[in-house]
């Protein structure tokens, strides 16, 4: 089965998921025939989605633009859409290296979409594994260091020359002054001139960062799909740490930002099904857990005397599987129904 199918597939019990994050639904034997007959409705308007907004390719002209804008990006239906598949991602960032100005081109296109992915209560863990594997060599080329580094010497170079063409005889008569003048014109030349030849590499990079941040913190997981669920995240640790190499994460205390982002998400999907997942799940989890060779384990923490990211999930396994067992005891059961049977309105409401 391709990736693209498998996240098709998948993408259906995403949906559900979420139903039962918002209206907090105890499921039961009705209710999960209710949540098949849901999920088959679902796949058929993901596909009708993914024919309309997906398979006609982006003309990148001024009417197809235009078009895009219109019919698509504020469309209600792409918003439900989006969190399955960042294909239009991809494509505008593939256009952008050839555009004049390539990283002002690139924080546009991830603030874009990054202003219209937080209207999403949730993002596919899968496709967004996915999308950062698609785009890691096209950010590789919009993150050159060495191509920055060029443009700025260029900066100072012209700085110089101008200096010393035009201002002889400050050099001459006052040589203090002289380079107070030279380092303030590279330093307002940097701040400025460099921006209006193209956004700087800090810029884009922040752009990369937010948008991050953003689809990080509405990561779900398929609780049915028990061997995909960690090694989603296993991936995640090592496409991010990729990232930090070609410099589209811009130092290392933004991608502990970032592993913190995913342990706290994580940690939030545990809480919600932690009765669902299988002991062999959990083995697979605290098997990493104990040889802690994950980057998303191993990175230092930014402040002292802080929780680290290991100890952290640590705790959050051992919960679940308390709950797990509580499960399989029946003790979470009779609780519920104890509930249920000394409270009816509340019953009803849950």
Same mark, same amino acid.
């Given at each position: 089965?391709?990736?693209? &199918?498998?996240?098709?597939?998948?993408?259906?019990? +995403?949906?559900?998921?979420? /139903?039962?994050?918002?209206?907090?639904?105890?499921?039961?034997?009705?209710?999960?025939?209710?949540?098949?007959?849901?999920?088959?409705?679902?796949?058929?308007?993901?596909? #009708?989605?993914?024919?309309?907004?997906?398979?006609?390719?982006?003309?990148?002209?001024?009417?197809?633009?235009? !078009?895009?804008?219109? !019919?698509?990006?504020?469309?209600?239906?792409?918003?439900?859409?989006?969190?399955? =598949?960042?294909?239009?991602?991809?494509?505008?960032?593939? @256009?952008?290296?050839?555009?004049?100005?390539?990283?002002? @081109? %690139?924080?546009?296109?991830?603030?874009?979409?990054?202003?219209?992915?937080?209207? &999403?209560? /949730?993002?596919?863990? @899968?496709?967004?594994?996915?999308?950062?594997?698609?785009?890691?060599?096209?950010?590789?080329?919009?993150? &050159?260091?060495?191509?920055?580094?060029?443009?700025?010497?260029?900066?100072? =170079?012209? +700085?110089?020359?101008?200096? /010393?063409?035009?201002?002889?005889?400050?050099? =001459?008569?006052?040589?203090?002054?002289?380079?107070?003048?030279?380092?303030?014109?590279?330093?307002?030349?940097?701040?400025? +001139? %460099?921006?209006?030849?193209?956004?700087? %590499?800090?810029?884009?990079?922040?752009?990369?960062?937010?948008?991050?941040?953003?689809?990080? !913190?509405?990561?779900?997981?398929?609780?049915?799909?028990?061997?995909?669920?960690?090694? &989603?995240?296993?991936?995640?640790?090592?496409?991010?740490?990729?990232?930090?190499?070609?410099?589209?994460?811009?130092?290392?205390?933004?991608?502990?930002?970032?592993?913190?982002?995913?342990?706290?998400?994580?940690?939030?999907?545990?809480?919600?099904?932690?009765?669902?997942?299988?002991?062999?799940?959990?083995?697979?989890?605290?098997? #990493?857990?104990?040889?802690?060779?994950?980057?998303?384990?191993?990175? +230092?923490?930014?402040?002292?005397?802080?929780?680290?990211?290991?100890? @952290?999930?640590?705790?959050?396994? /051992?919960?679940?599987?308390?709950?797990?067992?509580?499960?399989?005891?029946?003790?979470?059961?009779?609780?519920?129904? =104890?509930?249920?049977?000394?409270?009816?309105?509340?019953?009803?409401?849950?």
């Amino acid at each position: 089965m391709s990736a693209r &199918s498998f996240i098709l597939k998948n993408c259906l019990a +995403q949906f559900f998921i979420s /139903f039962l994050i918002i209206n907090a639904i105890e499921p039961n034997v009705q209710q999960n025939k209710e949540k098949n007959n849901n999920i088959k409705v679902i796949n058929n308007i993901i596909e #009708d989605f993914a024919d309309d907004f997906f398979k006609v390719p982006i003309s990148f002209t001024r009417t197809g633009m235009k !078009n895009f804008m219109t !019919n698509i990006y504020n469309s209600n239906q792409y918003l439900s859409c989006l969190p399955h =598949k960042f294909n239009h991602i991809s494509d505008f960032l593939k @256009y952008g290296l050839n555009t004049p100005y390539p990283r002002t @081109y %690139l924080k546009s296109v991830f603030d874009l979409f990054g202003q219209r992915l937080k209207g &999403s209560i /949730f993002v596919n863990s @899968y496709s967004f594994c996915e999308f950062i594997e698609d785009v890691h060599g096209t950010l590789k080329q919009y993150m &050159s260091f060495d191509k920055d580094m060029a443009e700025r010497k260029a900066v100072v =170079k012209e +700085q110089i020359l101008e200096m /010393f063409a035009n201002h002889s005889n400050l050099r =001459k008569e006052d040589p203090e002054k002289f380079l107070d003048k030279l380092s303030g014109n590279i330093l307002y030349s940097l701040d400025n +001139q %460099l921006e209006d030849r193209d956004t700087s %590499l800090d810029r884009a990079q922040q752009s990369i960062y937010d948008f991050l941040e953003i689809s990080l !913190n509405k990561l779900v997981w398929n609780p049915a799909d028990q061997n995909y669920i960690w090694e &989603s995240v296993r991936l995640l640790s090592y496409q991010l740490e990729n990232l930090i190499k070609i410099h589209a994460i811009r130092d290392y205390e933004v991608l502990d930002k970032l592993y913190w982002s995913i342990i706290y998400r994580f940690c939030y999907f545990l809480d919600m099904f932690a009765g669902e997942l299988k002991p062999e799940c959990y083995a697979i989890i605290n098997n #990493d857990l104990e040889q802690a060779k994950l980057p998303l384990l191993t990175l +230092q923490e930014q402040e002292f005397f802080m929780t680290t990211k290991l100890d @952290y999930l640590k705790n959050a396994i /051992f919960i679940a599987q308390a709950k797990l067992i509580a499960k399989d005891r029946g003790l979470i059961t009779q609780e519920i129904s =104890k509930t249920k049977k000394n409270n009816p309105k509340r019953a009803t409401q849950a």
